[in-house]
């Protein structure tokens, strides 16, 4: 019987981890936050594997289409973890950029007016 470690290299156990994770609708969390995968870091070993809660179809069809009609942003019709946290973040991304170039039109038209 060999000496040492034993198991599965950490980047495997890692890759392990992210797939059950996207393939059961989890998110992996980090001290209550959304633990984000860096390349070439390894995992915490206290990270944790917590399941969305992901809304029905009546909820997740109109969002889509709101999502495509007022930033041009498309996503599955079929919801996942995975696909509610794309759209989280892209319409945030999209809702941030579009209220700086508003707060800037209002600057100007107060300059102006």
């Known amino acids: ?24 609708d989890h998110r992996l969390m980090h001290r209550g936050q959304t633990y984000e995968i860096a390349p070439g870091r390894p995992m915490p070993g ?8 992901l809304p029905d ?3 997740w069809a109109p969002a889509v289409q709101r999502a495509a009609s007022l930033f041009g942003l498309t996503f599955n019709g079929r919801v996942t973890g995975p696909e509610l946290i794309s759209m989280g973040t892209k ?3 999209q809702a941030d950029a579009l209220a700086s170039a508003s707060d800037e039109l209002t600057t100007q038209l107060t300059k102006t007016y």
């Open 1 to 24: 019987m060999p000496d040492g470690p034993r198991g599965l290299d950490p980047q495997v156990a890692d890759l392990i981890v992210m797939t059950v994770a996207a393939q059961t």
């Open 46 to 53: 206290d990270v944790e594997l917590v399941r969305e809660q």
């Open 57 to 59: 179809e009546s909820e």
């Open 91 to 93: 319409v945030r991304e």
